[in-house]
């Protein structure tokens, strides 16, 4: 079996160790807990609870990729900028608080305040990644701030 070489703009999902991985798993039902965008040069752009940067791909060996979209170059580019642009913003607690509570079944927040604590200057992973697909004129997801690893991972092909 040959191994997908990414190209830039595409997102990755994987499954990471430790407690917040395990419970970002259990709060979302499914195996996905992490994403992030692709850059080229084996550079990759993703929020963690330090914030937006930039990391090397060899951190993550087992990634499933989103290799079946249809980027154009020009979408490729607008990804890949913003996600640059985003770098060194925060991470958004406030909406994995939300996303938590929401898998235990409580919906306790109005739509103005959700969108209050999405409009904060940090992401999650997964808001990141849609966000990015978003600018670039392709949603991957109906609503980015509420989007979850497991939500990007739904739209991949298995290699």
Known sequence: MATYEPRWGDY???KTGGFFGKLIRLGTSSRWNHAFIYIGNGKIVGADPTG????????Y???????????SDAQRDAIVSHAINAVGRPYNFGIIAVLALRALGVKVFPQKFIDYLAKHDG?????????????????????????????????????
């Open 123 to 159: 992401y999650i992973c997964s808001e990141l990644v849609a966000e990015c697909y978003e600018k670039a004129g392709y949603p991957i997801c109906d609503k980015p701030d509420l989007c979850n690893p497991g939500d990007l991972a739904e739209r991949l092909i298995w290699q």
């Open 12 to 14: 990755g999902v994987i």
């Open 61 to 71: 060996p087992q990634v499933a990729w989103n290799q079946h979209e249809e980027l």
């Open 52 to 59: 937006v940067a930039i990391s090397p791909l060899s951190n």
